[in-house]
């Protein structure tokens, strides 16, 4: 047990290291380099524009409260300033007639903030025009039936219809622009959460600069807001205050302005269909302009910890040492192909009264304008030890792959025996007899070896026969030779121990004392021929194994007469023909007379 013990502990502190075959042909060696350069540039690269390769990376849960603000507008309405678009034809547009007259000319309004802006989820929106509808409703024949239709008579537009159940309507329709619309403010306030994988990364521009709100954990976000030539249009923004940009800076950051006309749509008082009842033909298409149509903005917070917006490793630089600073980049990118609004919206000036309920003023509006929909976009990154690990791991094999294709272009282009020879280099074949019998004749060979190093015939090798060969070669000093000497027996003799195992030096680390085998009887220091075999040969097998295991010829192979001529010659040398009894220990040598015939049974020789 104590072996068996002693071969786990050596074998725990044992590394193993692959052979490898060099093929020293140039072309061969130039594209398994150019591979292996192929694969270093794309790792390089990969890992330089993109963090796939070593960081961890998330999107932030963004939180967005955006809504109108007056601005100053208000007063603006109230100077007696003028407005470019209230009664100007060059504004006026008819999409569809009855019922989309955008007004010929158009008239203004000045509505309040709460009347123009509507807030929403994460969005808010900016009336630039509605057409007002007025219904009046009143019951046909009553004492004031011919009041109400002159007075609808008397309305820019004014249309009676007498419905067939008694009712009677006067409707008016009416194109109203806001006026100072361009002049309010959209603000709004960011926040953001992170996983715990990210360390629960929270933060919102409520919280002053520098600082942290100590009940809900937020830090301060910095927040910059880019056009579409990423300048930005805020450098003095510090946390701790709204977000906030006029509706016309907000649109100039996206490239556009309420005037800019709009082509993809045309006035229907231009068509083939129309334009002879407008007296339009032949006159250019007439377009409308944005504050006619609306326009809807998709506002994109960008949240990011990286120094800049450089998506490199050396713009990400700032993310390895503070991953935690946390900031966001705002926005603006104008969807110009679809018209933009809320639709429709209805209120009584006065409620359904009467017989039937038939006396009332409804009014309704249908609003275009600017739509803000703010969007959470980006990521926050921190160096993830998994993920770089997994990248050189990913590197490592791709490198080994770079292995595989050489060996194609070797098979493919090299051919020949060249070929073949490197093939079989590198792909070794276990065949099981024929290793048995390879390790029988390096025995054979092992034997006339030790002969030569045995001249007194006694079955071992000692220290002054193992110095005495290096007589034969020049150079070598009695010294020289000696050391070379000491150190076969020190390594190889196992009867006589010098040197302590791997297991044993182990257990003296810890403060035991290990047991060390004792030496011969005799005191005698030398290698017997197992032990001259393993320190030949290597550990290929346990020789002792190998002698006991080996399978002998079926029976009718088998040819007694050489058997009965082996026999004789070991009894001419005096060694005992009796077949030894199976053993998985090594018998000791009591001499040097029978060390001879004990060689074959000996213990921990391997080839």
């Known amino acids: ?226 056009d579409q030539n990423d300048v930005v249009l805020n450098p003095t923004y510090n946390s701790g205050s709204a977000v906030s940009l006029s509706v016309a800076e907000w649109l100039r950051s996206a490239g556009l302005t309420l005037s800019d006309v709009v082509t993809h749509t045309d006035d229907y008082r231009y068509s083939a269909d129309s334009c002879e009842a407008y007296n339009k033909c032949g006159e250019a298409m007439n377009y409308p302009r944005f504050r006619t149509t609306g326009v809807y903005v998709e506002v994109y917070a960008r949240f990011h910890n990286t120094e800049d917006q450089v998506n490199t490793i050396a713009g990400r630089w700032d993310a390895f040492f503070n991953p935690t600073n946390v900031r966001v980049e705002v926005k603006a990118a104008a969807n110009t192909k679809i018209w933009a609004g809320l639709g429709a919206v209805t209120h009584y000036e006065q409620m359904p009264s009467g017989p039937n309920q038939r ?103 000692d220290l002054i026969d193992i110095a005495k060969a290096f007589g034969k070669i020049k150079g070598v000093s009695p010294r020289q030779a000696y050391n070379m000497a000491w150190t076969v027996i020190d390594y190889a003799d196992k009867d006589t121990v010098k040197h302590l195992t791997t297991a044993q030096q182990i257990q003296k680390l810890f403060g035991a004392k290990p047991k060390v085998q004792p030496a011969d009887a005799d005191g005698m220091a030398g290698l017997d021929f197992a032990e001259f075999i393993t320190c030949i040969e290597g550990d290929a097998i346990d020789f002792a194994a190998y002698i006991e295991k080996l399978p002998g010829p079926p029976t009718d192979k088998v040819d007694s007469a050489v058997i009965d001529t082996l026999k004789k010659h070991w009894e001419a040398k005096g060694l005992s023909t009796a077949e030894p009894e199976p053993s998985t220990t090594k018998p000791s040598l009591k001499s040097k007379a029978d060390a001879t015939s004990l060689s074959h049974q000996a213990g921990a020789v391997k080839v």
């Not at 009041?147 to 067939?164: D, N």
């Not at 792909?427 to 060979?445: H, Q, R, S, T, Y």
Request: charged content about 20%; glycine content about 10%.
């Open 1 to 226: 047990m104590s072996g068996v013990k002693d071969g786990v502990i050596s074998g725990l502190f044992k590394y193993q290291k692959p052979k490898v075959t060099v093929v020293d042909i140039w072309h061969v060696g130039f594209v398994y380099r150019c591979l292996q350069l192929g694969v270093f540039l794309f790792v390089l690269i990969s890992m330089w524009f993109t963090e796939a390769g070593w960081a961890y990376s998330e999107r932030p849960i963004g939180s967005f409260n955006a809504w109108g603000s007056d601005n100053g507008a208000a007063t603006s309405m109230m100077s007696g300033k003028t407005f470019e678009y209230c009664n100007n034809e060059s504004y006026s547009f008819v999409y569809w007639e009855p019922g989309w007259n955008y007004g010929t000319p158009p008239k203004c309004r000045s509505l309040t903030v709460n009347e123009v802006a509507v807030k929403g989820l994460g969005n808010v929106f900016f009336t630039t025009v509605y057409i007002e509808k007025n219904t009046w409703g009143w019951t046909c024949g009553d004492s004031t039936d011919a009041q109400s239709k002159a007075s609808c008579a008397a309305l820019r537009g004014g249309v009676v219809t007498e419905h067939p159940n008694g009712q009677c309507e006067c409707v008016e329709e009416e194109a109203y622009y806001a006026t100072a619309v361009e002049e309010m403010a959209m603000k709004m306030e960011i926040s953001y959460d992170t996983s715990i994988k990210m360390g629960s990364l929270k933060g919102s521009t409520n919280v002053p600069f520098g600082t942290e709100d100590a009940s809900t954990g937020d830090t301060d976000l910095h927040v910059q807001i880019l």
């Open 359 to 461: 006396t009332y003023h409804k009014v309704e509006r249908y609003r275009q304008g600017v739509v803000f929909d703010i969007r959470g976009v980006g990521e926050v990154i921190k160096l993830d030890v998994g993920t770089l690990v997994t990248m050189l791991v990913a590197t490592i094999a791709l490198l080994k792959f770079a292995g595989v294709i050489t060996d194609w272009y070797v098979s493919l282009f090299v051919g020949g025996a060249i070929a073949q020879i490197i093939t079989n280099k590198t792909k070794e074949k276990v065949d099981a007899n024929g290793e048995l019998a390879e390790i029988g004749m390096k025995a054979a060979m092992a034997a006339l070896q030790f002969g030569e190093l045995d001249p007194d015939k006694g079955g071992t090798i």
